[in-house]
């Protein structure tokens, strides 16, 4: 079936540090992949997304790019501030079908001064 | 306008209350949705209309009663809901449900409270 995995947080990290959630997926076909975000006491914020092989995703500082031979959607920053604390979930749209998005289990990402 | 609003922000009843959430998008946006999220997990999927018909029901109890009077208009009635049901309601809109390469705009969500 269609799945996405993400790694289990939370993610703690010092402001100007460099992160990366792991997103990995399995899908019939070829899916587009999300990042959205989710910042307390919000909803859920695209944060970028990619539709096809190669193809890179960037945001805010985010990027992410679709790995077809890993099947993986990492997403990375180089410098992650304070304000960048939040809920980030890594999403896949089946392809062909309804756009139901099918999303991982999210990981908490932590910043302190 | 870019935007999902969701009314109201906090929603607190009781277990014989019927209330409505609402959801309102002016995007042009033709698939509309309503998502539940508990603490600490992903929004899991409750409904989906496809230019106001309704598409997808995941198997969502009855006491949940959703309704799109028209494309820019997403209702969600509760009836005799459990505590087990306070939630995050969260709306979302896309430009057309079979277009998997289109995002979901989400709005801000309702907090619901069941006592």
């Known amino acids: ?113 | 306008d870019t935007e999902v609003t969701q009314t109201p922000k906090h929603l607190v009843m009781g277990m014989t209350n019927k209330k409505s959430l609402k959801c309102e998008q002016h995007m042009g946006h033709r698939a509309m949705y309503w998502y539940k999220q508990k603490a600490k997990k992903p929004p899991e999927l409750m409904f989906v209309y496809s230019y106001e018909k309704l598409s997808i029901n995941e198997s969502v109890p009855s006491r949940f009663s959703p309704e799109c009077p028209n494309s820019s208009l997403l209702n969600l009635h509760l009836h005799a809901l459990q505590p087990e049901d306070s939630a995050l309601y969260l709306c979302a809109s896309s430009q057309e449900e079979t277009l998997s390469y289109n995002e979901q705009f989400f709005g801000p969500g309702t907090r619901l409270t069941v006592l």
């Not at chain 1, 539709?51 to 997403?75: I, V």
């Not at chain 1, 304000?83 to 089946?94: H, P, T």
Request: with cysteine; charged share 20%; net charge neutral.
């Open chain 1, 1 to 113: 079936g269609n799945s996405v995995t993400q790694m289990e947080g939370p993610v703690t990290l010092s402001e100007e540090a460099f992160l990366t959630i792991n997103c990995t997926y399995t899908a019939t076909g070829y899916p587009s992949l999300f990042w959205y975000v989710q910042y307390p006491g919000e909803g859920l914020q695209l944060l970028l997304k990619a539709t096809k092989a190669d193809d890179k995703g960037s945001n805010k500082g985010f990027e992410a790019t679709y790995r077809k031979e890993t099947t993986s959607f990492h997403l990375e920053k180089g410098s992650v501030q304070v304000s960048d604390s939040a809920v980030y979930f890594c999403a896949l749209s089946r392809p062909y079908n309804t756009d139901k998005l099918i999303f991982g289990t999210g990981t908490r990402l932590q910043v302190f001064p």
